[in-house]
């Protein structure tokens, strides 16, 4: 390998392995013994959910390229089909591992605590009789058996559903042969069944709806002789296509594209591993599949669905504690936000620190009678949104509102859809962003009239204006009067609904504009200050870092003895520790009871740290594709808080942290001293 040569293939670790290998850590918590029993068995299920959207989105855009003989590749030089190949290598065996957990692990640990599956083959009578009743009462109604022939051709199976495949002997009630059959579970039922304690022989005692089916479902073939019957789910590509440039109405037509999700092509068959391999390969040849895209499952064909256990279990002992998150002393003591804020910038690290100031922030915009407008960008609400029942108030109180959503916030279209509507009826100004450019930027801006003056108040974050996810996620907020960023910010949703060029920005840094630039301008600045003997460092704290640009830079900072350390949760392509080429960079990713979701990025600048904060990750998508914003962060006691708090922090964290090793794993990180979390840590800080 040429180490000098900064584009060889030999320096990149292929981005889908490199997510699976994220899965795999994600695998790793479910095992470890140190987290509450309950939150491993969550920890199970996201490797599961994970790993359905790596399918929808990932693998399937890969077998698009590979079906139509695409040859693109990326720094690492993986075809389609090679990469392909590698997935499905590693992803059985993540496949295999989650249920070696599962049945050889969770499920004896949570027998013993009470918490118990009742499996088919071990029901007694009592329980027998009252699974009989509950599948008569409340399935056979509902389930609606299909026997295959040339009238009942093979039905379409909706994305990631539960079905089974039922084999037959015997003769139907018109004197035909049957073989086969296809029994879908409607989506309204529940996949795990709470059986009541005096037949349960516990006060948690489930049932899988697989079994119960299973057990049952002769009923539903009278005077026929069911042979067998097994459990399936096909994933499908769920990636929606809408050729932005050559529709009318976007918001038409992403609803049009809405309902082809349940039905994309197949891209893997998830089948009960008992089943034959006849059966296996005649529902392959239907989905269009081989057998590298059958996954094989010893249990319920959908992990994702044991995530409602623990709120079914009343065991706090087997969960994470109960936290209340903190408030800043001067939100506290100030007579109102707007007064708060002009005093100073606010900073919220979530969820160690609470959402609610950024909600009474909308409210008190609302309602206050010296505020104009409001401006918001929204990415990701949920439903049953409070900030968008602020936004909906300050509409009807006579606010001008204007509210950019992104319509292809993946898997979310649906819900914003609904409050795009919500806010229109409510007489806020809506618009979709820039077509060929999802907003992603998280931007709150309140224009208020003081003393005969306009004033700014902004709020600008890491993350999602979603109050859920900011108990989940870590995540950073600003709350800011600061008259350049605000006027920044201004200048952004003004292109955004005018799309007319606007000013230089003084402060903000923008994509797909200013960003990629001034970060490779900024590691350059490093690579000069090292070589002039200066002090010279860069810490990132991202989501996934795999732009090639960026890369090369980050290696060459490397050779000139630049100190780089960066934390990234998912997707790295980058190899540290490779001789003459990455020594000194030290790549680590944290799995803890939070999703790290922060952005933060800092350069020494020769003991003037420049420290900026942004929605946007190290990713071409993020630099040339989307509108993002990334802002600094000048007040020195709030910059100090980041350091100490967002980056050193976890750069001692010996407990949740895990180091990436040159030929792309991961190992945990030396925990020969004290053990440190950083989120834990973070909690007792920052926490009430």
């Not at 599961?48 to 929808?56: P, T, V």
């Not at 950019?404 to 009826?425: G, S, Y």
């Not at 960026?550 to 392509?573: E, N, P, W």
Request: net charge negative; charged share 25%; with cysteine.
């Amino acid at each position: 390998m040429d180490a000098l040569n900064l584009q060889s293939p030999d320096l990149y670790i292929n981005r889908e392995l490199s997510l699976l290998e994220f899965n795999r850590r994600v695998l790793e918590q479910a095992k470890d013994d140190r987290i509450p029993l309950l939150e491993r068995l969550r920890f199970l299920c996201i490797a599961g959910s994970n790993l359905d959207e790596f399918f929808e989105i990932r693998v399937a855009g890969l077998k698009q390229m590979q079906a139509v003989g695409a040859t693109q590749r990326g720094p690492d030089n993986f075809s389609p089909p090679e990469q392909l190949e590698r997935i499905s290598t590693l992803a059985h065996e993540i496949v295999d591992e989650q249920y070696r957990v599962l049945n050889d692990v969770l499920f004896p640990l949570l027998e013993a605590e009470g918490v118990r599956f009742l499996k088919r083959g071990e029901w007694n009578a009592r329980q027998e009789r009252w699974l009989r009743t509950y599948f008569n009462q409340e399935l056979a109604p509902i389930l609606t058996p299909i026997g295959l022939d040339p009238a009942h051709p093979f039905p379409r199976i909706i994305n990631k559903n539960l079905t089974f495949i039922v084999t037959l002997a015997g003769k139907d009630a018109f004197g035909r042969n049957r073989t086969m059959a296809v029994v879908q579970a409607p989506r309204a039922l529940p996949r795990v069944v709470r059986v009541p304690a005096s037949y349960g022989g516990s006060p948690y005692a489930f049932v899988f709806l697989s079994s119960i089916i299973h057990a049952h479902i002769d009923q539903l073939f009278p005077d026929m002789r069911q042979v067998d019957c097994y459990q399936f789910r096909v994933t499908r590509d769920s990636d929606l296509l809408v050729d932005e440039e050559a529709v009318d109405d976007l918001l038409m037509a992403v609803e049009g594209e809405l309902s082809s999700r349940r039905f994309g092509q197949a891209v893997r068959l998830e089948l009960a591993d008992d089943c034959p391999k006849g059966v296996g390969g005649f529902l392959a040849k239907e989905f269009g599949l081989d057998d590298a895209d059958i996954y094989r499952c010893n249990g319920p064909v959908n992990l994702m669905r044991l995530n409602q256990i623990p709120d079914l279990v009343d065991r706090p002992d087997l969960k994470y504690p109960g936290f209340t998150p903190g408030i800043p002393p001067r939100l506290q003591r100030a007579p109102d936000i707007f007064s708060a804020i002009r005093d100073g910038d606010v900073l919220l690290h979530h969820p160690f620190e609470s959402f609610v100031p950024v909600l009474d922030f909308l409210r008190q915009a609302a309602t206050d009678p010296g505020v104009v407008s409001i401006r918001q960008t929204l990415y990701r609400t949920g439903t049953d949104s409070n900030v968008v029942e602020a936004l909906v108030d300050a509409a009807r109180n006579g606010k001008e509102v204007l509210v950019v959503i992104e319509l292809r916030a993946r898997f979310d279209e649906e819900a914003n859809i609904e409050l795009a509507n919500d806010l229109q009826e409510a007489g806020a100004q809506v618009v979709y962003g820039v077509v060929g450019y999802k907003t992603h930027a998280k931007m709150l801006m309140v224009l208020r009239r003081e003393a005969n003056r306009l004033r700014r108040y902004v709020h600008l974050g890491t993350g999602n204006y979603h109050a859920r996810t900011a108990r989940l996620y870590t995540d950073y907020g600003l709350l800011t009067a600061d008259e350049d960023i605000a006027r920044d910010v201004q200048q952004v949703f003004h292109q955004l609904t005018t799309m007319g060029r606007m000013d230089h920005l003084s402060k903000v840094l923008q994509a797909p504009f200013s960003l990629h630039q001034t970060i490779l301008e900024h590691i350059d600045a490093e690579i000069e200050n090292a070589r002039a003997g200066k002090p010279a460092r860069v810490i990132a704290k991202m989501n996934a870092l795999i732009e090639p640009q960026v890369i090369q830079a980050l290696y060459r900072a490397s050779q000139a003895g630049v100190a780089i350390d960066l934390i990234v949760r998912g997707i790295c392509s980058l190899r540290p520790g490779i001789k003459g080429v990455s020594d000194n960079i030290r790549v680590r990713s944290l799995i803890g009871r939070f999703l790290e979701h922060t952005r933060i990025f800092y350069f020494e600048n020769d003991g003037n740290p420049r420290i900026y904060l942004s929605s946007a990750d190290w990713m071409g998508r993020n630099f040339f594709s989307r509108v993002e914003v990334c802002f600094p962060i000048e007040d020195e006691s709030t910059r100090r808080s980041i350091l100490e708090e967002g980056l050193d922090l976890y750069l001692a964290d010996n407990a949740n942290a895990w180091e990436l090793t040159p030929d792309g794993s991961y190992q945990r990180a030396a925990s020969d001293s004290e053990r440190l979390c950083a989120q834990e840590r973070l909690l007792e800080l920052l926490a009430r």
